[in-house]
């Protein structure tokens, strides 16, 4: 599943020490093409600005994304930020003809997803 493979490349030294954003980047059948550290910040936020997203994205061709960050705190419930945030990056994605399948909030032992609660 998308939140194993992110849990096989996210750095474990760092997921309760700073807030990392990661996009995977998949082709028309959903099969990754490459992922990316898009930003990482300090102990409560990272700044992620959609134009790098859909920069790295269209430069490798993605037909659908899936974000993730991390909370080093362990609270996997989406801030505010956190959901305006995804709410900008689906919308972006969509005048790009880019499906958002996905954004997750990894912790050390669980992972909350916003498709999975209806927030895309």
């Given at each position: 599943t998308a939140a194993d493979y992110l849990r096989a490349i996210w750095n474990k030294d760092t997921l309760e020490f700073k807030e990392d954003f990661v996009m995977l980047c998949l082709n028309g059948a959903h099969q990754v093409l490459g992922w990316v550290k898009v930003s990482s910040g300090g102990f409560t936020s990272t700044s992620v600005d959609p134009r790098v997203v859909f920069s790295l994205a269209l430069q490798v061709g993605a037909s659908a994304l899936i974000f993730a960050h991390n909370h080093p705190s362990g609270v996997l419930e989406p801030s505010r930020d956190d959901r305006h945030l995804t709410e900008k990056l689906v919308s972006g994605a969509q005048l790009l003809h880019i499906n958002v399948l996905d954004h997750f909030i990894l912790?050390?032992?669980?992972?909350?997803?916003?498709?999975?609660?209806?927030?895309i």
């Open positions: 912790g050390k032992d669980a992972v909350f997803s916003f498709a999975e609660h209806g927030l």
